[in-house]
């Protein structure tokens, strides 16, 4: 960001900390919320990752400095009061020292528990997955299998998932029909990472002719 002229502006507390809720910028899961001074702020502007002020310590810390789980910035907006940061990251890793994904992983109050995938952000969650399997290709994943035979592979495989949800659907066999529909999303996944073309592009189109 080219002017920094707000880092002064926020309203840090009488002890010159702003509360930091840190989001994941792909599957919108909040990963943790962290304390930052002027200083750590102006780090993490500068570096483009992430930098706190540990309130335990006394000192400024470099998310991921040690464990390599770094945390790269792509927005940070502040509520209304200018009290309080959202910062939208890419994380390499888990954001919790515990090694889970959030730190917010336990559900103390309502149904089901933050560890459960939501309808809202699953295949955002599953992209990240798929690029990680890419990425380790572990043995005797299936995915590692697509990955390994190559594109070739993969578009005879979105191609037969697409043939098989035609057939549902004529058949009017809204069971089958949901079944082959999420491996063909399952499929078109894998094959937009082996394009190298994310999710997120596919669905700021959407955005767009739907503003239309």
Known sequence: MKN???VASVKYDEKGLVPAIVQD??????LTLAYMNETSLAKTL????????????????HKGES???????????W???KDALLVLVDKKGPACHTGEESCFYESVYGEGSQK???????LLTLEQ????????RPEGAYTTYLFEEGVDKILKKVGEEASEVIIAAKNRDKEE????????????LVLLREQKLPLQDILEVLVERHNK
């Open 4 to 6: 920094k002229d707000w």
């Open 129 to 136: 997955l798929i690029k990680s399997r890419e990425e380790e």
């Open 25 to 30: 910028a792909t599957t919108k899961d909040v």
């Open 79 to 81: 509520d209304c009061d």
């Open 46 to 61: 500068e570096t483009g990752e992430t930098w706190f002020y540990s309130r335990s310590r006394q000192e400024l810390w």
């Open 116 to 122: 459960e995938l939501s309808t809202e952000n699953i």
């Open 67 to 77: 464990s390599g789980n770094t945390q790269r910035v792509k927005n940070i907006t």
């Open 177 to 188: 029909l949901k079944w082959e529909v999420a491996d063909l999303f399952y499929h078109t």
